[in-house]
């Protein structure tokens, strides 16, 4: 079996996370904002608060390429999967995030250049995008 931190990771956490929208969010929310360390307080417990660190880090810039990968339909229908999963309304949800831009703290702090672009460029497109079908379909809140 397995004992890395990445591993662990997987086994108890990220696999229970259905979309690579969803994964890419928690695993944002374990990083500090102000030290930038990615903090699991089981984690450290079983391997140390620098190798947690070190395996979130790098699972964070897996997940994060692993959604890059996927072509802008499959970011849609990950994206659409992740927003079913909140209980919140959608185009609540699209309005927040078109005024307020939390999606761009989801980068990994290694991310640079031409990914980093795509994925902004990627997110406000899909954004736009769900919040027009949202009103199209009568679901727009500010209507």
Known sequence: MDRSVNADLWR???????????????LAALRDPNSGRYEHHGLALVFGADEAHKGLRQSHSEVFAEWLQLDLEGQHADLALYLSGLGENRSEVMT??????????????????LERRLYLANLGALIQLMANEDKAC??????
């Open 138 to 143: 009568g679901k727009n809140p500010a209507a």
């Open 96 to 113: 927040t995030w078109m005024q307020v831009k939390h999606y761009q703290t989801l980068v990994p702090s290694s991310i640079r250049g």
């Open 12 to 26: 108890n956490t990220l696999s229970g996370i259905p979309s690579l929208y969803g994964r890419l969010s928690y």
